[in-house]
């Protein structure tokens, strides 16, 4: 019975932590976007690796790819396209050998990167990030590294990439081409079932990034403190870029990322990236009752345009990817129209302002019911029911009156343990990121603390067996019982009324559990008595001289006397009496005195413990 209930717990915790591990990774999908675009699998499943230069590849390096003297950014060329001979590392896998492309975080790559001091994994995506990918490393190989993946574009979507450049600045000496750099390239493989002959690139989505003038650096851009082989380092904190794939809906597409050296073998250039997959659209901060609304475009476009339809306005904001309006109009259309570069690669997106929907808050309570003094965990289910915010914010209160402090929490997952039995009612609300409130959500909780009929000491006769069994109803499925001091024996320890034998007064407990797994404990104290024994004479002399002139029990020890009787041998009863303090017999009936003969007795008395005791037999009356 005790393993079996310890192993209940157990299974029980396990359950409760399974339940609550599985809660914790639900997330939200916003989009369907294709798997380990953003490297959250912590490896570079789907991607294929290219890497040139020195170490693995025989015909040249991205710097000697490139003819010519070009002041101008090679934006329609990959700097690695001429080099037949690279090395393809395909795809599902990464290079663990160097840090030249790695998923990190890495053991082989510091959290912190050594010359910006930003951390390696971008801290300002909206959905996971648990992983960037480096792309190159601080070694000067003259060479490049790319990784590229395909898919097809289901849904109105856009990735926003986030980059943190990390490039060894040449003072002199180096044209735009030979600098080290940074390439995104997106390219239009073809509708799907209909490829193209050859992919064509994406001019408004692709991006040629090289060496900023360090005496001229652009925004978002620093000098890192930290000099290689003196000269500057330019190091970028993380900035965002997005790319809409709207209009490649249907389509296959190929996204490329690439770093290079400089070409001319004396600087490196490397980059952290991380990817987000999101809806093309904007993002309503609008909560029901507010007096404001906040309206969000997708970040890291060059230019932005808001108006408003149907009302003749002209623009209302310029050049800012969100709004702020004050005094906000149900149903009022908002446009913004979005630059990623020139004016040829604007796109309008649309949204009907109107709040957003409340949040639902909602939580499941394990176990059901509660136990008295052990923790009610609490599950938190509440839905944002607006796929663009979370809920952040939980306001617990408990029910617990008196408990101060410790009957509210702000925790997701909080527990709480009730020191009384009864019904309690938790109450919840929960916040999105947004700030909106949802409506109260009240359950009751019932706490159990099970109770059993033991009495509170008894009083056994030395070296006796007594039964320590209880009164209960049919919720106990289990009892142990423990000897303090382990003094006498127990016939078992885990049945409902085991047998107790002991020489020396003792506290005996039990601990005892009901169906729902709730547990309780009693006691009972063992006080020992001296059990008398019924003892009679075997003969008696009613002669008046002072001995043995009475029949009587010898031992008085005794509660009650039930009954005392002696009858002749002709059944004729001769005495009764159930006084204890009676003398007894004096061998006379009916004021005569009865002859000389052998008389039967019989004797029923009670002792302390309840204890029935019969003596029958013969006692001689001597003359």
């Known amino acids: 019975m005790k393993t079996t209930f310890f192993f209940r717990l157990i299974l029980r915790s396990f359950f409760v932590s399974l339940f609550l591990f599985f809660l914790v990774g639900l997330g939200q999908s916003f989009a369907q976007c294709p798997p380990n675009i953003d490297f959250e699998n912590g490896d570079l499943t789907g991607w294929e690796t290219l890497i040139s230069g020195d170490a693995a590849c025989v015909s040249g390096n991205p710097g000697t790819s490139i003819s010519g003297s070009c002041s101008l950014p090679p934006s329609s060329t990959n700097i690695l396209s001429s080099l037949t001979a690279c090395l393809s590392l395909g795809m599902n896998t990464q290079i663990q050998t160097n840090t030249r492309v790695v998923v990190v975080p890495n053991p082989n790559v510091p959290a912190i990167d050594p010359y910006s001091g930003l951390p390696v994994v971008c801290p300002t995506m909206l959905n996971a990030n648990n992983f960037s990918l480096k792309l190159g490393n601080e070694e000067v190989n003259d060479s490049a590294e790319s990784v590229r993946i395909q898919f097809v574009v289901t849904n109105r979507i856009s990735l926003t990439y986030r980059y943190a450049a990390v490039m060894s600045n040449p003072q002199t000496g180096h044209d735009f081409c030979t600098q080290p750099r940074l390439e995104f390239n997106i390219y239009d493989l073809g509708p799907v079932g209909n490829p193209y002959p050859n992919k064509i690139k994406d001019t408004c989505s692709s991006i040629f990034i090289p060496t900023p003038d360090a005496n001229n650096l652009p925004a978002g851009w620093f000098a890192s403190p930290v000099l290689f082989a003196g000269d500057p380092v330019s190091c970028s904190n993380w900035i965002p870029l997005t790319i809409n794939l709207v209009s490649l809906l249907n389509h296959n597409i190929e996204i490329e990322f690439t770093t290079g050296d400089c070409s001319l073998g004396g600087h490196f250039g490397y980059a952290y990236i991380d990817i987000e997959c999101n809806k093309f659209e904007i993002i309503t901060k609008y909560c029901p009752g507010d007096t404001s609304a906040t309206l969000y475009a997708p970040k890291g476009f060059a230019n932005y345009i808001w108006d408003t339809l149907n009302t003749g306005a002209p623009a209302i904001a310029v050049g800012q990817d969100s709004i702020y309006i004050s005094h906000p109009h149900d149903s009022l259309i908002y446009r913004v129209t979005i630059f990623p570069s020139t004016s040829n690669c604007a796109v309008d997106i649309y949204d009907t302002l109107r709040p957003v929907p409340k949040p639902t808050a909602d939580f499941l309570l394990n176990p059901i019911p509660g136990c008295v003094g052990y923790p009610v965990n609490f599950i938190d289910t509440s839905k944002s029911n607006y796929k663009w915010s979370t809920v952040n914010h939980w306001n617990w209160v408990f029910g617990d009156k008196g408990t101060g402090l410790l009957d509210s929490s702000h925790l997701r997952f909080p527990s709480h343990t009730y020191n009384k039995p009864g019904t309690y009612y938790t109450l919840l609300t929960v916040k999105t990121d947004f ?35 209880f009164f209960s109803n049919d919720t106990i499925v289990g009892a142990h019982w423990y ?65 043995n002139d009475y029949f009587f029990i010898l031992n008085r020890k005794f509660v009650t006397l039930n009954k005392f009787e002696v009858y002749n041998r002709w059944g004729e009863m001769l005495y009764s009496t159930t006084d204890l303090l009676a003398k007894g017999w004096d061998g006379t009936y009916k004021g005569k005195p009865q002859p000389q003969d052998v008389y039967v007795f019989q004797v029923v008395a009670t002792d302390v413990n309840g204890n029935v005791k019969t003596l029958k037999g013969n006692v001689t009356l001597l003359r």
Not at 438 to 451: A, C, M, R, Y
Not at 521 to 534: G, N, R, Y
């Open 435 to 469: 700030q909106c409130l949802s409506d109260l959500k009240i359950k009751p909780i019932v706490v159990e603390q099970p109770n059993i009929i033991l009495l509170d000491s008894v009083h056994p006769c030395y070296n006796s067996a007594y039964h320590l069994g």
């Open 483 to 547: 000897l303090k001091n382990n003094i006498g024996n127990l016939s078992c320890n885990d049945c409902f009324d085991p047998l107790y034998t002991t020489g020396q007064n003792n506290m005996v407990y039990v601990f005892y559990t009901d169906k729902h797994g709730c547990t309780n404990t009693d006691s009972i104290k063992i006080d020992l008595v001296d059990c008398p024994e019924l003892v009679v004479p075997s003969a008696f002399s009613p002669n008046a001289d002072g001995a």
